[in-house]
C-alpha cells in the first residue's frame, strides 16, 4: 500500500437488510479522501458499519474527513456506527466530539466552554481585528513555546538567520513556562496547540507553518519507587504544568481509556513540567501529565528516579508558527525563508539545533479539528 493509498475499504456481507457494512484497512489521513469518496453513494436512510479493527492510525487530517463525511450521512438519514476502533483511534473519537459514533460505551472528561461548537479557522480569520500595515523593514518581535530547553541556543541562531534573509531586526525571546500572552505586542509566534488556537481565536493571528513530523504527545509518570499501578490510583494526586493544555486534556483521557475516572482527580498545576515533575519526585502528587518529547529530553538520571505507566500516540496536535494580522503582507516571506531553511547548510545546521526535520504547511482540515478541541476544553 503507497503513501498515496494508504486506505483501503472492503465492503462486508450484512446480517440485514438496511444495513451496509464495510471494512477500513491502512491510515485514515490526508491521502484517503479517493477511498473516502467511495462511501458517499450509499443509499440514503439505512445504516451504516464501519468496522476499524484493521486500522492501524487516524490523524487530524483523517479525522476531519470522516467528520465532513458523517455530517453528509447524518443529513440524508444515515445511522452511523463505529466498532472495533484500537485504543488512540478510540480516544481520538472521544475527545474530538465524534465518541457517539463507537458502538462502545462513551465516558468522556467533562468539558470545559460549555459545549461551544467548533469553528473553521476562515471564520476566526475573517473575525480577526483589521490589518494594519506594519512599517517597512520594522522590528519584529518572535516570541516562542520551546518544546525541550536545549533548544534555545538554537533558536536564537534562527533568529540571527532570519534577520539576515528576511533584511529586517528581529527581536527574539522565549515564553517562560506558565506565563500566557496577554496585550502585548507579538508579530512572530511558536506556540503550543491551545496557546497558538487562543491567538488565534482572540487576536486573528494567522498559521503559517508546523513542524514536519511532529505531534505534542503525552506520557503518563509515576514515581520509580512506587509500586502501585495506574489502576490503583482511583482518586489520584495528577499534577501538569497548566490546565490550558493538550497535555493535560490528554492526560486525562489517557487515564480514562485505563478505566479510571479523572473527574475525581485532585488536579494540581504548577506552572511549568519543571516544577510538575518536582511535585511528583517530592511525593506531593501520584502522577505527571508531561509532554512526552520533554520526558524523554530529560537526563537519564532524572529518569531513572521515574517510570511512564502509559503514554499516547494520536498523532493529532502540533506546535504552530503564526503571525499577526498586522504584518500579513509578510506572510509569504516568512513562510518561504522557514520552508527554505533544510535547502543550505547553515538551515539544516539551526533545525537539527531546535530539535525539528523541517517545516510545511498545515491544512485547513488538521487546522479546523484542533481548533474543534480547543473550544471543548478551552475556558
Request: one cysteine or more; glycine letters at 6%; proline letters at 4%.
Given at each position: 500500500m503507497?503513501l498515496?493509498d494508504s486506505?483501503?475499504?472492503?465492503p462486508?456481507?450484512?446480517?440485514e437488510a438496511g444495513?451496509?457494512c464495510?471494512e477500513?484497512?491502512?491510515s485514515?489521513?490526508a491521502?484517503?479522501?479517493?477511498?473516502l469518496?467511495?462511501l458517499r453513494g450509499v443509499?440514503?436512510?439505512?445504516?451504516?458499519?464501519?468496522?476499524?479493527?484493521k486500522?492501524?492510525?487516524?490523524n487530524s487530517?483523517g479525522?476531519?474527513?470522516?467528520l465532513?463525511?458523517f455530517?453528509?450521512?447524518?443529513?440524508r438519514g444515515i445511522k452511523i456506527?463505529?466498532?472495533?476502533p484500537?485504543?488512540m483511534?478510540a480516544m481520538l473519537?472521544k475527545?474530538?466530539?465524534?465518541?457517539?459514533f463507537?458502538?462502545?460505551d462513551v465516558?468522556l472528561p467533562?468539558?470545559?466552554g460549555g459545549g461551544?461548537?467548533?469553528?473553521?479557522v476562515?471564520?476566526?480569520?475573517?473575525?480577526?481585528?483589521?490589518?494594519?500595515?506594519?512599517?517597512a523593514?520594522?522590528k519584529?518581535n518572535?516570541v516562542?513555546?520551546?518544546?525541550?530547553g536545549?533548544?534555545?541556543?538554537?533558536?536564537?541562531?534562527l533568529?540571527?538567520?532570519?534577520?539576515?534573509?528576511?533584511?529586517?531586526?528581529?527581536?527574539?525571546e522565549?515564553?517562560p513556562?506558565?506565563?500566557?500572552?496577554?496585550?502585548?505586542?507579538?508579530d512572530?509566534?511558536?506556540?503550543k496547540?491551545?496557546?497558538?488556537c487562543a491567538?488565534?481565536q482572540k487576536r486573528g493571528?494567522?498559521p503559517?507553518l508546523?513542524p514536519?513530523?511532529?505531534a505534542d504527545e503525552?506520557?503518563?509518570v509515576?514515581?520509580a519507587?512506587?509500586?502501585?499501578a495506574?489502576a490503583?490510583l482511583p482518586?489520584?494526586?495528577?499534577?501538569t504544568?497548566?490546565q490550558?493544555?493538550?497535555?493535560?486534556?490528554l492526560?486525562?483521557?489517557?487515564c480514562?481509556?485505563?478505566?479510571?475516572d479523572?473527574?475525581?482527580?485532585q488536579q494540581?498545576f504548577a506552572g511549568?513540567?519543571?516544577k510538575?515533575?518536582?511535585?511528583?519526585?517530592k511525593?506531593q502528587?501520584?502522577v505527571l501529565f508531561?509532554l512526552k518529547?520533554?520526558?524523554y529530553?530529560?537526563?537519564?538520571?532524572?529518569?531513572?528516579?521515574?517510570r511512564?505507566v502509559?503514554?499516547?500516540d494520536?498523532?493529532?496536535?502540533?506546535?504552530l508558527?503564526?503571525?499577526?494580522?498586522?504584518i500579513?503582507?509578510?506572510k509569504?516571506g516568512?513562510t518561504q525563508?522557514?520552508l527554505?531553511m533544510?535547502?543550505?547548510?547553515?538551515?539544516?545546521?539551526?533545525?537539527?539545533d531546535?530539535?525539528?526535520?523541517?517545516?510545511?504547511?498545515?491544512?485547513?482540515?488538521?487546522?479546523?479539528?484542533?481548533?474543534r478541541?480547543?473550544?471543548?476544553y478551552s475556558?
Open positions: 503507497t498515496a486506505l483501503s475499504i472492503n462486508l456481507p450484512a446480517s444495513l451496509r464495510y477500513l484497512i491502512g485514515v489521513d491521502h484517503s479522501a479517493p477511498s469518496s467511495q443509499e440514503s436512510n439505512i445504516r451504516v458499519k464501519l468496522d476499524f479493527v486500522v492501524e492510525r487516524v487530517m479525522l476531519s474527513l470522516l465532513k463525511l455530517e453528509e450521512w447524518e443529513k456506527e463505529v466498532e472495533n484500537n485504543r483511534v473519537f475527545i474530538t466530539g465524534l465518541g457517539r463507537l458502538t462502545s465516558k467533562s468539558e470545559r461551544a461548537q467548533p469553528a473553521v476562515s471564520a476566526v480569520r475573517a473575525a480577526a481585528k483589521p490589518a494594519e500595515a506594519a512599517p523593514g520594522g519584529l518572535f516562542a513555546s520551546l518544546q525541550v536545549a533548544q534555545l541556543s538554537g533558536w536564537y541562531l533568529n540571527t538567520y532570519l534577520q539576515r534573509r528576511l533584511q529586517q531586526p528581529i527581536h527574539f522565549q515564553l513556562a506558565g506565563r500566557e500572552l496577554g496585550q502585548e505586542v507579538v512572530l509566534l511558536f506556540a496547540p491551545f496557546e497558538a491567538m488565534m493571528f494567522i503559517l508546523r514536519v513530523g511532529e503525552v506520557v503518563i509515576m514515581r519507587d512506587d509500586p502501585r495506574l490503583d482518586e489520584a494526586q495528577a499534577v504544568a497548566s490550558g493544555s493538550f497535555v493535560y486534556v492526560g486525562r483521557f489517557l480514562d481509556e485505563n478505566g479510571l479523572s473527574s475525581r482527580f494540581h511549568n513540567e519543571i510538575a515533575l518536582q511535585m511528583l519526585l511525593q502528587a501520584d508531561m518529547k520533554t520526558y529530553g530529560l537526563s537519564g538520571l532524572t529518569r531513572g528516579n521515574t511512564v502509559d503514554e499516547s494520536t498523532q493529532f496536535a502540533f506546535h508558527l503564526c503571525i499577526d494580522p498586522a500579513a503582507a509578510q509569504d516568512i525563508t522557514f527554505n533544510a535547502e543550505d547548510d547553515q538551515g539544516r545546521q539551526i533545525l537539527k531546535i530539535q525539528l526535520e523541517g517545516w510545511c504547511v498545515p491544512q485547513e482540515g488538521e487546522l479546523g479539528m484542533l481548533m478541541l480547543y473550544e471543548r475556558e
